[in-house]
């Protein structure tokens, strides 16, 4: 029941929000918006531990916000409705909510089986969710006639952005952490702009750089600091 449910929340749902936001945002402003995900992560870590975040987490927080209120009162002034980026928004902020989810679940979970088989489980369980949503939304007869061209960058897309990914996180949980492993990836909203500006030609602002600096840095801010006995044993283990 665990493992299905995270694979509702990491793969499924969190999935399914993000298209619907993408269909009223841009991939840039989207990026900014799911990158609050580590910042929830560390939310729930804290509810779940019962402990209370720090000044320098709240500050970061509070910077990871600032950024996005930056882009994302840009993109509702120069967008034609601002509705439409307000509901995109929220949905994609609805995905970024159930991927928190999954992470912190995946932290839990890692103590009772290894990151290699939970992994696994997650991704068919999720894989039977889509496949389940098809079937009731949509007919199968169209994709026979798909040309090989579709097949073939949907099997790289398959490979490259889900399933080696869903085994890379898994694998680095396993070894930070979900809060340390979600701060990481603080590279995905870089190389997300870059892509939407190269491949989309998506128009990148200044105020969405700003945006994106300053929750990066945020989110860089998220790292607690060392504790004692920990930089005292790191000398002996480098020797």
């Not at 936001?21 to 509810?47: K, W």
């Not at 090989?148 to 898994?170: D, G, H």
Request: charged residues 10%; hydrophobic residues 55%; contains cysteine.
């Amino acid at each position: 029941l665990r493992v299905a449910l995270l694979g509702l929340f990491g793969y499924y749902l969190a999935s399914l929000f993000d298209f619907y936001g993408l269909q009223f945002i841009s991939a840039g402003l989207e990026r900014l918006i799911l990158f609050t995900y580590p910042t929830l992560v560390l939310v729930i870590q804290a509810v779940v531990q019962r402990e209370r975040p720090t000044l320098r987490t709240l500050a970061a927080m509070g910077l990871c916000y600032l950024g996005l209120g930056i882009a994302f009162v840009h993109d509702i002034a120069s967008a034609g409705s601002g509705n439409q980026v307000l509901v995109g928004s929220l949905w994609v902020f609805a995905s970024a909510v159930t991927y928190a989810l999954y992470y912190s679940g995946t932290g839990m979970m890692l103590k009772r089986m290894n990151s290699m088989r939970l992994a696994g489980l997650c991704g068919s369980a999720s894989s039977l969710m889509v496949l389940a949503h098809y079937l009731l939304v949509a007919d199968v007869a169209p994709l026979l006639q798909l040309p090989s061209a579709v097949w073939l960058n949907a099997a790289l897309m398959a490979l490259f952005s889900t399933v080696l990914p869903i085994y890379w996180v898994a694998l680095a949980i396993q070894r930070m952490g979900p809060t340390h492993t979600a701060a990481v990836g603080n590279l995905g909203p870089v190389l997300t702009m870059l892509a939407s500006w190269l491949i989309l030609s998506e128009a990148v602002s200044l105020y969405q750089v700003a945006g994106l600096v300053l929750v990066l840095f945020g989110v860089s801010r998220l790292k607690p600091a060392k504790k004692p006995e920990a930089q005292a044993a790191a000398p002996a283990r480098s020797a």
